[in-house]
């Protein structure tokens, strides 16, 4: 009997972003984020491990950029990226294309952060719509931050969410 694989834990989620300050202080403001490392510069160098790894990741096409670390409050990374050289526009949205499409937050005041967001500059995609009208009180939307990155938010966990059946009429 092969032994089954055990689920991974989540650790981070890296996210390019146009201004270093305003990400770390929109997500520390508004998503209440704990700000792990502030924001530092690496410049591009062989002489550290943390130099050659990251010139092993984006190429020799750089010099520098700046780099920050925040957590969840069940310690999941958020590490924010600003490359002075890169696109300052959030790219297009399409979620028919591969590659990564969004991540998901939770809070049970699903209302209250989304006036938050839109209130610090970002927008609400769709309305909040209820999983199970008149059945549970699980709610999701579509925001994205004032950088144009697209998440979404739950009132209640993943689990609970889609255990029920969401997709069963």
């Not at 201004?19 to 550290?48: C, L, N, Q």
């Not at 790219?91 to 049970?108: K, S």
């Not at 769709?126 to 998440?151: A, C, H, L, S």
């Amino acid at each position: 009997m092969k032994n089954k694989p055990f689920p991974k834990s989540f650790s981070h989620i890296g996210i390019t972003v146009p201004d270093i300050h305003k990400a770390v202080a929109f997500y520390k403001e508004v998503m209440g984020w704990y700000v792990i490392m502030e924001p530092s510069e690496v410049k591009k160098e062989r002489e550290t491990a943390i130099g050659q790894m990251c010139i092993d990741v984006f190429g020799e096409d750089w010099t520098s950029f700046e780099i920050a670390h925040l957590s969840t409050s069940d310690g999941i990374g958020i590490e924010l990226f600003s490359f002075p050289h890169g696109k300052k526009e959030a790219p297009e949205f399409n979620p028919f294309n591969t590659g990564l499409f969004h991540f998901c937050v939770q809070d049970p005041d699903i209302e209250g952060l989304t006036k938050k967001i839109v209130a610090h500059g970002g927008q609400q995609r769709m309305p909040i719509r209820t999983y199970y009208p008149n059945e549970k009180p699980y709610k999701m939307v579509y925001v994205q931050d004032p950088f144009g990155i697209v998440f979404e938010i739950y009132t209640h966990s993943y689990e609970l969410t889609y255990s029920s059946g969401a997709y069963q009429s």
